[in-house]
């Protein structure tokens, strides 16, 4: 069983940077696949970004491409959302999933443990 806590959403505004944080509690953190998604008012959860269980292989959503980098930390059990140059559209619920099969997948049905999400408003 994990445990994930999201932190780090809030308010900014169009052209901003924000970076999400995900803790995760529980055994085998550093085996999981993770991944951020997120959920606008009255859309379905989309993909956001994931990274493997060593960190070296990482994957990204045409939309976030370029402007996101996902990262983890093993020592600290917690992985890193950074996103630049923020916009309005990007307004949404996000939350952290972890995986238990060791490849990236970008389906939400896919993850087997989710965090409660953290709100990120986008101002323009």
């Known amino acids: 069983q994990v445990q994930l806590v999201e932190s780090g959403g809030g308010l900014v505004q169009a052209g901003d940077s924000l970076r999400l944080s995900c803790a995760a509690s529980?055994?085998?953190?550093?085996?999981?696949?993770m991944g951020w998604f997120r959920q606008a008012p009255g859309k379905e959860r989309e993909f956001v970004a994931a990274?493997?269980?060593?960190?070296?292989?990482?994957y990204y959503a045409d939309s976030v491409k370029g402007r996101s980098t996902i990262s983890r930390d093993h020592a600290k059990n917690t992985v890193y959302l950074q996103m630049n140059n923020r916009k309005p559209e990007e307004t949404a619920v996000y939350y952290c999933a972890a995986r238990e099969r060791p490849y990236i997948v970008t389906t939400a049905s896919a993850n087997d443990y989710w965090g409660q999400g953290t709100q990120v408003t986008v101002s323009s």
């Open positions: 529980g055994r085998s953190f550093s085996t999981y696949v």
């Open positions: 990274i493997g269980w060593s960190g070296g292989s990482t």
